[in-house]
């Protein structure tokens, strides 16, 4: 496990909890009026305004656009966004699509219209994660090895 393992656990088991109970932050996504809603864990709204010119997709997204998460790590905005008791409507008419291993935390899979748990089946163990698809004309970059890491 190690030290980094130990502070993790040390975090999710204790710290993180109180954090989560004492602090009622963020806006439910299902207050917002959405038809297809896409999700970039950890992904900063002001480097995604620089890029947004580069996508069509992104054409006119400005950072007021953001609202802040219902958790401060995925475990935690997994388990406020996909509980049944509070949102089992919408989680009924909710497809959700990911390759985050949190999915495991869903507090009721069930609940949901559809699950695709992409992590399962696309997950690249060179790379510790699931990559994303590279265009065969774009060179694909090394795995970065974790014993290269500091």
Known sequence: MGVYGAVQELYEGGLGKVGEH??????PVWDKEWDVLVVLDTCRPDLL?????????????????????????????????FDPDEHADSLAKTAYVSANPHTRDIPD????????????????????????????????????????TA
Not at 22 to 27: A, K, Q
Not at 49 to 60: K, W
Request: aromatic share 14%.
């Open 109 to 148: 899979p069930e609940s949901l219209f559809l699950l695709d748990e992409v992590w399962k089946y696309a997950w690249d163990e060179q790379w510790g994660n699931v990559p994303r698809r590279i265009s065969p004309t774009v060179p694909s970059p090394s795995p970065v090895s974790t014993s290269q």
């Open 22 to 27: 004492l602090y009622n932050y963020g806006t």
């Open 49 to 81: 305004q620089e890029v947004s010119n580069e996508y069509d997709f992104l054409a006119g997204y400005d950072t007021s656009q953001s609202i802040n998460s219902l958790g401060s790590r995925s475990p935690e905005w997994i388990r406020k966004t």
